[in-house]
DNA sequence: CAGTAACGGAGAGCATCTCTCCGTTCGGAG
DNA sequence: CTCCGAACGGAGAGATGCTCTCCGTTACTG
């Protein structure tokens, strides 16, 4: 998405294209899938017409910005795959996943499903994510060390978990306070259970 | 709040405030503190100039209802401070806040720190739950069942983590999925640690 | 240097929200 | 039953915020 077919696109336009897809990242991470074409276009410092001469739509900046996001965290899932220990791989594949989400609240919106009207290329991309989350889980099973009823939906939930929690109470929320909710989660997590699950 | 000092309220207006303050709590459960106007009245089968006759703003009527809302969880915390059993008594408080919160989106907002210029009331009253979930946590620690790393902040973080997992990438939610995700953080919570805590 | 692709941003047009104002209704005391 | 004023309903004022269009201006490139 971020590269272009090697066309004969103007410098000038392609570095402000650049511009916009990286400021709607940072926007997007901060204020989620909402936010606005203003605040976008005043990151990238171009004007809003330029937003849609070339995206034709916010939705379809939203969705390039989205699908690059996923394609990273389909990447580390894919290492995480080839990982000699699969305790090891689920667990730092969650604590990865925890934090991207962290880092951009647009991503952690599509993961939770408060999405809407994306188009379908995004959702497929999300379709992946799972499967490849689903082989971890399983992988991490069959090698006895990840309790034997959860499923990659559990994972997800759990890696969606701490971001609510941002600032909560009026405490001061540290740096730390999510990975304590994920290590809690992930000693919960180890084979054998302690407890049966409900069923799902 | 509910209960008002009997002065001469004519029968007509009290009726109406009470609806008021029914269409107000379950339409903040469903669309949130930033339910609108319009919706509460609307549930209520009032005219807007009711509302704010009586409750002077849209803010002290949200009020109202939050405190409401946190006075009853208060009361369970306080039930399970004199339950026999230190950890029986930490966890089914846990699964019913986190019922409460997934029952009241409003609730959960006010949970994990979205709302905004509530009034100083609101504030105190989450302080004194705060209190009374640490003392649940510290007799549980006590009682030798729960690790002893954790603090009142992570219960709750814990309590709201379902919230944004209500839908979950195109996965049709079960009724207990949630209570799936906080067993699995039971299990993590229990003594002995399987592995340490990140400081806070 | 000329031609034209790309640009900037004012503002149209729409949606939505809170709260006010005032003519109307109706509860309840005498 | 009558009557008075407390309580009511809801149109709409006024504010905000959003996406997207249009067109005069700028500046890249052959």
Chains 1, 2 share one sequence.
């Not at 990151?43 to 809003?48: L, M, P, T």
């Not at 919106?109 to 989350?133: D, K, M, N």
Request: proline share 4%; hydrophobic share 45%.
């Amino acid at each position: 998405m971020v590269t272009a077919e090697a066309s004969q696109e103007r410098a000038d336009s392609r570095r402000k294209r650049l511009r916009l897809i990286e400021a709607a990242r940072s926007a997007i991470a901060e204020h989620g899938l909402q936010a606005s074409t203003t605040d976008i276009v005043e990151r990238a410092e171009v004007g809003v017409g330029t937003l849609y001469r070339r995206f034709g739509s916010k939705e379809a900046l939203v969705a390039d910005v989205l699908i690059d996001g996923l394609a990273e965290i389909q990447t580390w899932a894919d290492a995480a795959l080839i990982d000699a220990d699969p305790w090891a791989a689920l667990s730092g594949f969650l604590y990865a996943f925890t934090e991207a989400q962290l880092a951009n609240l647009g991503l952690a919106e599509f993961t939770s499903g408060q999405a809407r009207e994306l188009p379908p290329e995004v959702a497929e991309h999300g379709s992946l994510l799972a499967a490849a989350i689903d082989r971890l889980v399983r992988r991490a099973q069959e090698h006895g060390s990840l309790r034997a009823d959860v499923t990659w939906r559990d994972l997800v939930l759990i890696s969606i978990a701490p971001i609510g929690g941002e600032e909560c109470l009026g405490a001061t929320r540290g740096e730390n306070q999510w990975r304590r909710t994920i290590t809690i989660a992930l000693d919960g997590l180890r084979a054998p259970a302690a407890s049966a699950l409900p069923p799902e």
